[in-house]
């Protein structure tokens, strides 16, 4: 189904999971049978709210790029999210458990791009349109209740994007194709994975995400931040955690929770 439905009252429910997120309180799930673009719709209106408080959008997250990913939340396409300045960790901080409903990490790729990626382009444009790739974690945070979700719920709630953590910025023309990650809390690995998991090469959902935000009226522009997906399932998070990511040959990234 396709189309933004009339009997939708887009801004309402916008509003309402933008107060879910602000308030770190979880809502049931949406009782409304949304469409694709009314699930786009509410995102992009309840990221208006966002920018309207002053938050600025830095780039995209993509979503469900991986079997495991999918086969743990029990969704099967792909979904991509906004991300801002204020859902940024810097590498090593610390985070509040109370700032966040019930979050998770999984262990991602992150892209910096130096030019605008539009449309339809391959995997050598991708890589030219690039200033840097880095270990990245993604903090989700579904604001539904008991982090469960319809397709069209999760697009609505910005497909679960609550903050990220980046590690250092490496040489975006390296293969980064199959290169071994380690989620670790507390020291003990808990995801092991390969970024092979993500489409069978990160860049792939780098150009898928050139290709729907430009389709969606906001398209990928020079100093945006790109998040491929989680290469493995997500982990819980509890007061107390530290969590470590390694990739290999790109380095760390690492952020504690209280
Ligand atoms: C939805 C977000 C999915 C990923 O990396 O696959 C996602 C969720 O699992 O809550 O971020
Ligand atoms: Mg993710």
Same mark, same amino acid.
């Given at each position: 189904?396709?189309?933004?439905?009339?009997?939708?009252?887009?801004?309402?429910?916008?509003? %309402?999971?933008?107060?879910?997120q602000r308030f770190a309180r979880a809502t049931p799930q949406l009782a409304e049978p949304l469409t694709v673009d009314? $699930?786009?719709?509410?995102?992009? $209106?309840?990221?208006r709210l966002r920018y309207a408080r002053g938050e600025r959008r830095v780039g995209i997250k993509m979503g469900f790029t991986s079997r495991a990913k999918m $086969?743990?939340?029990?969704?099967?396409?792909?979904?991509?999210? %906004?991300l801002t300045d204020a859902m940024m960790v810097e590498d090593g901080d610390t985070i509040a458990i109370a700032d966040y409903v019930h979050p998770r990490v999984e262990p991602e790729?992150?892209?910096?791009?130096?030019?605008?990626l539009v449309g339809k382009v391959t995997i050598p444009q991708a890589v030219a349109?690039?200033?840097?790739?880095?270990?990245?974690?993604?903090?989700?945070?579904? %604001?539904?209740?008991?982090?469960?979700?319809?397709?069209?719920d999760v697009v609505a709630d910005n497909s679960s994007s609550s903050g990220f953590v980046l590690g250092a910025w490496g040489d975006p023309a390296q293969s980064i194709a199959n290169l071994g990650m380690i989620l670790e809390i507390d020291g003990q690995p808990r995801q092991i994975g390969s970024s092979a998991a993500i489409l069978g090469n990160p860049l792939r959902s780098l150009i898928a995400a050139a290709r729907l935000a430009e389709a969606a009226g906001d398209p990928l522009k020079a100093g945006d931040i790109v998040m491929a997906g989680g290469a493995t399932a997500a982990e819980a998070l509890a007061?107390?955690?530290h969590v470590r990511l390694s990739v290999q040959n790109l380095g760390t990234a690492e952020f504690s929770v209280k």
């Open positions: 189904m396709t189309g933004v439905t009339e009997m939708v009252d887009i801004a309402a429910l916008a509003t %309402r999971l933008d107060d879910a009314d $699930a786009y719709a509410v995102q992009a $209106a309840s990221m $086969a743990q939340m029990g969704v099967d396409e792909m979904i991509w999210g %906004r790729i992150a892209f910096l791009l130096k030019a605008q349109a690039l200033a840097g790739v880095a270990p990245a974690i993604e903090i989700i945070d579904s %604001r539904y209740q008991d982090f469960k979700f319809s397709w069209t007061p107390g955690n």
